[in-house]
């Protein structure tokens, strides 16, 4: 008979742990339940949307994407320089405007589209 005690209060420990592993039983407020939900959703939604100070946010996700499609399209753009061709001015493009969104200013080589060439285009 103690044997099969035991064996009853061990097969009852793992029944419980078992039940308690199983979802809660469905609301009688099935519309508040639904409600909630939702608002859950949407208040987590905002917070991912509106940013978060860690590396997890949408934000910071789409940053280093942001970069590669803007330099992708500065390199779609002609190379300009403002001045006449063979024209060695000696000017130097000041540092503090210097940033990752402007373009440079090209020197005289032989893809450069130099000011001289578009007036000259422009006369035609």
């Known amino acids: ?4 005690a035991d064996e009853l209060q061990k097969l009852l420990k793992e029944t419980d742990s078992q039940i308690s592993k ?8 099935a519309q508040g339940q639904i409600i909630m939900l939702i608002s859950d959703f949407a208040r987590e939604l905002a917070t991912y949307v509106e940013g978060t100070p860690d590396d997890n946010g949408i934000h910071q996700a789409i940053r280093p994407l942001n970069k590669v499609f803007l330099g992708g399209i500065r ?3 002609p190379m300009f320089s403002p001045f006449i061709r063979g024209d060695k001015s000696g000017y ?3 540092k503090f405007l210097l940033s990752d969104n402007e373009p440079d200013i090209y020197t005289d080589d032989d ?14």
Not at 1 to 4: A, F, G, N, T
Not at 22 to 29: C, F, G, I, Q
């Open 1 to 4: 008979m103690p044997e099969l």
């Open 22 to 29: 199983l979802l809660p039983a469905p609301s009688d407020d």
């Open 75 to 77: 390199n779609t753009a």
């Open 92 to 94: 130097t493009h000041p």
């Open 111 to 124: 893809d450069t589209i130099c000011v001289d060439e578009v007036w000259n285009m422009g006369d035609r």
